[in-house]
């Protein structure tokens, strides 16, 4: 049975959701290992529209366990309405399992991630304000916060006073806010510990086990390749590894346990937030993307900045992730359009560069070289094998599969759990 981890390849919102959730019973563990609630997983179902910013998408298949990493920071109360505002909807399960090691996402946190960006004024990252990038900071600065200190309640008091006695400093003195209070920090987050101390196990344990045991385990990303703290266009990343590696420290399995790297990305390219956008449109085709494609954020509603296919962004995700399929999303939006610009080098002021330069001020000078491909105008999104697409459509995504240096095993041509064509299996 293999066991498969799920990348974004672009700047997120590449439609990791559905991809994880369309490889369905098969999966016998759904498992989150970077990021937190900024990210937003959409899922439709029967015409049915679920999203997910903190439990894996597998949570939507009965057979499937779900499992949050100890790589993921959890804010408690979105857990706990997450988990209510699916059993509302009929989805009651008693996963999610929880890694013991996991951080926890304190309310100090959001409001740290909200005055900061309002202090970097024009210089801001754009975030989603959720907390996760301080609360990834105090995990490597070593005074976060994790599940298991929730059961040892002393421990819990001495951690967030030694967390909020340096924050409070800065709360008041630099960003002129009220101080926050250790007591009312800890007694909110005890007023979660018995509630979820059934979820808590250790993680590593369980999956390596699940390995052992032949079980299908699928590792899914948030957030996305170029997002990476470290390989992604940093400063204007999160704080975590969603790369394929990140699986192996987020979840804690070795790397030879991972069979397959799937990556995640769409026909053409949107971001959300501040950071540089060789192919980002600023006109009429920019707002087209977006209104066919629905380009607003599942977390915060932000319009996504939108923009043609660029295949120097997905490469160099391939190689880093040694892609071994990538699943090419929302090919049905670029429908309609007569021909369809796809960017295969980038000139920076006067060089060409076939792959993504080395330094982040290379990029931010680089435009887009593009070769213009023929569009088609046929409704694709019955379609459900390769041939089923028109010529065009084909031609379109075999040469993507030309110019990233992966084959494209499977499309997306809808929202919807079953509107995918599958040229290879993944499982
Ligand atoms: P994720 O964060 O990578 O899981 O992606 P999001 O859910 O944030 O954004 C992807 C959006 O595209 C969602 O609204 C999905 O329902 C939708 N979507 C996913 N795949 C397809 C597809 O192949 N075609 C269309 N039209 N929509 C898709
Ligand atoms: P999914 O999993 C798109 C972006 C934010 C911001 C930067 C840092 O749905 O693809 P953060 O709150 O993480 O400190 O913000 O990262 N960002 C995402 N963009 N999709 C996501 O997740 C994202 N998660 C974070 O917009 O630019
Ligand atoms: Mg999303």
Redesign the pocket.
Known sequence: MPSIVVV?AQW???????ATDALGDRVDYCVRYSGGNN??????VGGEKF?LHLLPSGILNPNTVTVIGNGVVIDLDVLKQELDVLASRGVQVPHPLISANAHIIAPYHQTIDRVTERFLGKRRIGTTGRGVGPAYADKVNRVGIRVQDLFDESILRQKVEAALDQKNHLLVKLYNRREIDPVQVTELLLSHAERLRPHVVDAARVLNDALDAGRTVLFEG?QAHHLDVDHGTYPYVTSSNPIAGGACTGAGVGPTRIDRSVG?AKAYTTRVGEGPFPTELFDDDGDKLRSI??EYG?TTGRKRRCGWFDALVVEQACKVNAFTDVFL?????LTGWETIPVCVAYDVEGTRHDVMPMTQSELHHAVPIYEFLDGWSEDISAARSFDDLPDAARRYVLRLEELIGCRISGI????GRE??IVIHDLL
């Open positions: 974004g997120g919102d590449e439609g990791k959701g559905k990210a937003g997983h959409t899922i439709v999203v948030a995640i494609g629905s599942a999303t929302k090919l049905d939006v997306g041509v809808g929202p509107q995918s």
